[in-house]
């Protein structure tokens, strides 16, 4: 079977299996690989709604960090049609209102609502990517139009906050063995999503300042910003202890102080 | 030795041209890597047009391989970032088109019997390769660098 013709619908149903374990990576990759070679991920989203979700929290739960991926790592058309299916990703977080048996409710209404967040993003601001991965012309951009750039800056760090309350949450559900792989394999879309945007609000703040050089101006978003930086350098090291992590994706180092207005490299 | 006539036997079966054995040699499941020759022999037929579709058909395949096969995936890595560096003209906007194969194997993982993570090799080699296709200024010195280290190449 060559990777074009690929079974959607069982990709899909494997990748949210009721085992408590990490989405298998292959199958989510299987996932991302196929919205790439078809330019389309109309059939991924219409094989995730008719998994029957409702009835185990694991793998809603799961069916929500794949989800996240394809549409971090997924052709463009994913985000498009995550925006389209924003509905159904709502009426996903009522499903198990505050709790449910294996404590997997609060992460899931969570999850839901970072998604719904992150969606409505991209639908309000286009040229970003579903990872945020740094791109010169977005802040040249914000620096032909300070207003809309400001506007930017506000609604990214508003993602990131949600983000961190994410992740917070994960942090405090995790318990020691095995079975808390699948809560933490959900750290694994986060981190990679939280640097991009870091690298995308100090690139823009700082090309602002350079700009406009009203610094009165951009005083309070700065100030957000650093804390922002204490609390993503925190996350950062609570991810470093956990060896799941650290041998899977590469865990950004952040300076301890927060960076300065002035450009420097990088 | 017996699994290296297995794979003889397999090419003759499938009729796989010599480019594709070359190639599948390169990316067998043997567990030392793909000596500087063959890797040589392969960026120098990637320079005619029959050879380099096919070479890079079976990397397609050997890429998207099954994590039993993780060695076929990571040594396609190799093969590929050879060819991104020495191989023809062609090696580089390939590799760009399907630079999502290549991402998405950075977070590649597989546990064999023993429960040991084989996947590290494959998600630094992903890495390493995504970080080369996305900095053009490198890959254009590497690139250049290679060439005048080299004899002129046949065209």
Known sequence: MSRFDLDVERTVRKACSYEETAPKRKHVRACIVYTWDHKSSRAIFNAFKVQPLAQDEISLFKALISLHKILQEGHPSAIVEGIRNREWLESLGRIYPGGGGSGYGHLIEEYVNFLLQKLKFHRVHHGFNGTFEYEEYMSLVTTSNPDEGYEAILDLMDLQDTIDKFGRLIFSSISSGRRSECKISALVPLVSETYGIYKFIMSMIRALHNQTGEDDALKPLYDRFCEEHYRLFELYADCSAIKYLTSLIKIPKLPSSAPTLEASEG | ?155
């Open chain 2, 1 to 155: 030795m017996s699994k290296s006539l297995i794979r003889k036997a397999k090419n003759v079966v499938n009729g796989y041209s010599s480019t594709q054995v070359l190639l599948r040699e390169a990316t067998s499941n043997d567990s030392d890597g793909p000596s500087v020759e063959l890797l040589d022999e392969i960026a120098e037929r990637s320079w005619d047009n029959v050879s380099f579709f096919e070479v890079m058909d079976m990397l397609d395949k050997r890429l998207n391989d099954k994590g039993k096969n993780w060695r076929h995936v990571a040594k396609s890595l190799t093969v590929l970032d050879y060819l991104v560096r020495c191989g023809s003209d062609h090696c580089v906007p390939w590799a760009k088109e399907n630079l999502y194969i290549i991402k998405t194997l950075r977070e590649f993982i597989h546990e064999d019997e023993m429960g040991v993570d084989q996947g590290q090799i494959v998600r630094v080699k992903a890495r390493e390769l995504t970080a080369l296709l996305l900095d053009d200024e490198r890959l254009q010195e590497e690139r250049s660098l290679r060439r005048q280290n080299r004899r002129p190449r046949r065209r």
